[in-house]
Every structure is written in C-alpha cells, then in structure tokens.
C-alpha cells in the first residue's frame, strides 16, 4: 500500500511471548515478571493459555527496556512514567470529546503535572549521571595536564642531549 502507515501496518497482529523476547532481547521471564508487577497490563491469551502480545505491548516493553536500560531507572520510577503515560493517554481521549472550555483547560493542567512529574523523573537521572561525569572530566584533564608537563620536560631532556 502507498502512504500506509508503517507503525499501525501490524496494528491487528498478534506476537508469541517468544516473538516478542526474540524482538526486544529479553527474556520470556522477564516479560512474565513485567506483567506479575504491574508494568504490562495482562496480556490476551489464547484457548491454550498462551500470551498473545499486541503490536501496543511491544512499543510499551521497548519503552520499558529504554528506561530500564538506557537510563537506569528502577522498576517503581518505570511504574511512575508508564502510570502517567497510561493517564495521558486517557486524559486525551476525554478531552477529545469535552466541549467545554473549562473541563478542557482541566485537562491540559492535569496533562502538564503528569509531564512535570515525568520530567522531574528524567532531570533526577540527568543529576545524577551528571555528578558521575564531572569528576571524570576533571581527572582527564589533570591528566591532559600532566601529560603536557612530561612531554615538555621530555623535550627538554631530548634537547640536551
């Protein structure tokens, strides 16, 4: 199809608990576990009892992989992003279908406290990861400065020779 759109293309199909392990690199108990705690809502199953995974879940454990991984957040901070996500999420739809001003304007304030509290989340890691940092930029440079002093006091050595 022209013009489809790539990401709701597989919108109707479904994923294997091993589909998706194989497609997110985790693994198959560790989606159990997402699910156990919280942070998958429960999946479909099939007449076996099998999960059945949505095109939806896979985006939310690529989220969750993200935020565990590339920053480092626990399981509770995760439940807090995806928690506030979910509303959002809910908040859109009903003010897609408020028609007064004052219940829409409502919901853009509860829309901004959830990303302010999101954001809070993300600057806590960034301090974090940034009180990590400085001291490493400082020991390069104390070693770009003692190299400095050797390679000249190398010189000087090379010269009066």
Known sequence: MVGADPVHADAGKVYTIEQVATRTGLT???????????LLPPTERTEGNYRQYSEADVQRIEHIKK?????????SDIREMLEADDERGQIKEAYQHATEVAAKLAQLDRSDELIQKQLRLIEQK??????MRQPLL???ERHRQTRQKLLTVKASTENEQ
Not at 67 to 75: A, D, N, P, V
């Open 28 to 38: 198959k108990r560790t989606l159990r576990y997402y699910e156990e705690v919280g």
């Open 126 to 131: 960034i301090e974090g990861l940034e009180q």
């Open 138 to 140: 400082e020991k390069l």
């Open 67 to 75: 935020l565990r991984e590339l920053l480092g957040f626990s399981l």
